[in-house]
């Protein structure tokens, strides 16, 4: 059973930083990638940043570019997303995914469970 530990949230002035964490355990399969997502109220849950554990390669929204940098540890179960020059529009629920290689199956994702992040202005 995978599970998704999700560590980092809490409340910033604009201007700001905060780091997310996210630790995935509990599956004997391995991971093809992880990211975040959030979803801000009243608002489809959107892409912010992801990364391969291939290769490493990222993908950020447009609106989080130069601000934000993902990351994950040398056995890429781990997952971090430091985020800078924080904005009020930044305000959202964060949300971990890990998108896991099962054999005969496929691709699976896995949520965390979700972090508050809140910018004042």
């Known amino acids: 059973q995978v599970q998704l530990v999700e560590s980092g949230g809490g409340l910033v002035q604009a201007g700001g930083s905060l780091r997310l964490s996210c630790a995935a355990s509990?599956?004997?399969?391995?991971?093809?990638?992880m990211g975040w997502y959030r979803q801000a109220p009243g608002k489809q849950r959107e892409l912010v940043a992801s990364?391969?554990?291939?290769?490493?390669?990222?993908n950020y929204a447009d609106s989080v570019k130069g601000r934000f940098t993902i990351s994950t540890n040398n056995a890429k179960n781990t997952v971090y997303l430091q985020m800078n020059s924080l904005k009020p529009e930044d305000t959202a629920v964060y949300y971990c995914?890990?998108?896991?290689?099962?054999?005969?199956?496929?691709?699976?994702?896995?949520w965390g469970q979700g972090t508050q992040v809140t910018v004042s202005s």
């Open positions: 995914n890990a998108r896991y290689y099962v054999p005969y199956s496929g691709l699976r994702d896995y």
């Open positions: 990364i391969m554990a291939s290769g490493g390669s990222t």
């Open positions: 509990g599956s004997i399969f391995s991971i093809n990638a």
